[in-house]
């Protein structure tokens, strides 16, 4: 009887916390408090976000030499769902032996944050539209290149990062070689990690099924 009370509370609990997510002017269930947070993540420990230590982060929208000219982030840190990092560090491990590293220059992004490049950059072919959310909101994408180990140099791409002309699309003509070569290094081996890659950005890489993270605008300051 006694399990059966704290099975129901627990039943409850799970219910609640599913529900406890506001809807937003767009309809969108978006995480906006630390409590809905923690306990999601309680719930489900895949839920949270970690704080990436142990690959090179790079991270514009910390400094305002990104494509909004606006500093978008207090500081500059990468925090991605535990998954996400996991599957990273597996790739990472691969890369070590061979002198190469992996660069992060985005992970998480505070839906607010959307919302800004958005009032900023309205276009959909630069910026995620907020009545849609994106990847980065569920802390489930992930910006990255390869950089060599020792250097810190980038390998070479076929365009910088966020460079959002046809270029830096996966099927772009008129790459050269090596940069082809890097591309297709780089989407191999996160596919063979679990994530999906973006036709229009070389760059961009979500995880399987990110659809089950909900998005979230809880600011950095408030993760530990
Ligand atoms: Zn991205």
Redesign the pocket.
């Known amino acids: 009887m006694k399990n059966l009370f704290i099975l129901s509370i627990l039943l409850l609990s799970t219910r609640l916390s599913a529900q406890q997510i506001p809807l937003n002017q767009y309809g969108l269930a978006v995480v906006k408090d630390t409590l809905t947070y923690q306990s999601l993540v309680k719930t489900d420990p895949s839920q949270e976000l970690v704080r990436v230590t142990a690959i090179p982060i790079d991270v514009r929208y910390a400094t305002d030499s990104n494509f909004t000219r606006t500093v978008l982030y207090p500081y500059p840190a990468v925090y991605i769902r535990r998954p996400v990092y996991e599957a990273l560090l597996k790739l990472q491990d691969m890369l070590e032996p061979m002198g190469l590293s992996l660069k992060i220059y985005?992970g998480y992004r505070p839906y607010r944050v959307t919302e800004k490049m958005w009032e900023v950059v309205p276009d959909e072919r630069y910026a995620a539209d907020p009545k849609k959310g994106s990847?980065?909101n569920r802390g489930a994408?992930?910006?990255l290149t390869i950089i060599y180990a020792k250097t810190g140099k980038e390998m070479e791409m076929p365009t910088p990062y966020d460079d959002f002309t046809e270029k830096a699309h996966h099927n772009a003509p008129g790459v050269t070689a090596e940069a082809a070569e890097n591309r297709l290094l780089l989407r191999t081996l996160m596919e063979a990690h679990g994530f999906v890659a973006?036709e229009t950005?070389w760059?961009?890489y979500a995880l399987k099924g990110a659809i089950r993270f909900p998005l979230m605008d809880i600011p950095f300051e408030h993760l530990r």
């Open positions: 985005d990847g980065h994408a992930v910006d973006l950005e760059w961009h």
